[in-house]
């Protein structure tokens, strides 16, 4: 995880939240997204950022790594939140260090994801001391917040790698209820194709399978893949707005208020801070008769 080493940039100042907006609200018409921010408790910027949203009710799901120092003093803040709002749990094993001793003993340092891809696909992984640190990512989780992951996903998508998805697989099954899960199947959106053929090829569509034929709850399809370099988040966000199929789908997305200095993609939360607090993004969920709420499906 990248630690606060020098200034750090803050998001521009757009127009404020008009308290009486209330993008969330059903009109019983079009489509509905479920616009998750991911990476809550990655760092004060970041969660604060998100909490902002969530409260102006500009998000429907939040994805949370607890696996950081700053995730106990983060997690009150959900407390404050819209009960409407998905919370889940963002399995982080690429930054950062592991919260259980067996995987600490392995791995002092969580590895880089190209790594993790490699050994994955390679099924050279520790599984028995992966479903420990599963565990006590959730453990966590239960403990700061009262209440199980209402959905689950992997930073970096991590959960839908060869063994690592039967190991969050297996974790869920014993929870009642049992938590959506962010399925990497269906990826859309302009360009980079690459990336999302990548996501997709690595295990998002062998973790769809598994999710049908268990009767798991995910969405039917993914936005939101970018480089994090493209300047217009905007034009973006109205392309994927615009493919957005009738039966709904999930877009993850990565704002923060403050950006910490080191934060490789700190620029691109700024972006996508503004832009969801401003009055664009309203008009442009109106224009796509979008509305945001959960949207998750079985088949």
Not at 206 to 229: M, P
Request: proline content about 7%; overall charge positive.
């Amino acid at each position: 995880m990248a630690e606060v080493r020098a200034e750090r940039r803050a998001a521009p100042k757009p127009a404020r939240i008009p308290s009486g907006d209330r993008p969330m609200s059903s009109s019983g018409e079009g489509r509905t997204l479920t616009l998750c921010a991911d990476d809550f408790g990655l760092s004060s910027g970041i969660t604060r950022g998100i909490a902002m949203l969530a409260r102006a009710q500009r998000l429907s799901a939040i994805s949370c790594i607890t696996n950081t120092p700053h995730w106990r003093e983060a997690a009150p803040l959900l407390r404050e939140l819209p009960p409407t709002l998905t919370v889940g749990l963002h399995f982080n094993l690429t930054e950062g260090k592991p919260l259980s001793r067996e995987l600490a003993r392995l791995w002092p340092t969580l590895p880089s994801l190209p790594k993790l891809l490699l050994q994955s696909h390679l099924h050279r992984l520790p599984v028995a001391a992966l479903r420990v640190e599963w565990q006590a990512q959730v453990d966590a989780f239960v403990q700061a917040t009262g209440r199980a992951p209402q959905m689950v996903d992997g930073h970096q998508h991590v959960h839908h790698l060869p063994v690592l998805r039967q190991v969050v697989l297996d974790g869920i099954a014993p929870m009642s209820p049992r938590p959506a899960v962010r399925s990497t199947a269906n990826l859309l959106g302009p360009g980079f194709g690459f990336k999302r053929f990548v996501i997709e090829r690595t295990g998002g569509r062998a973790l769809k399978r598994e999710l049908v034929r268990r009767g798991l709850r995910h969405n039917a399809s993914l936005l939101g893949a970018y480089d994090f370099v493209v300047y217009d988040y905007r034009a973006l966000m109205r392309q994927w707005l615009a493919q957005l199929p009738r039966e709904g789908g999930l877009l993850f997305c990565h704002p923060a208020e403050v950006a910490d200095a080191g934060d490789a993609i700190g620029d691109a939360r700024l972006r996508e801070f503004a832009y969801f607090e401003g009055d664009a993004f309203l008009s442009d969920l109106a224009e796509a008769k979008v509305t945001l709420g959960a949207s998750w499906v079985r088949a």
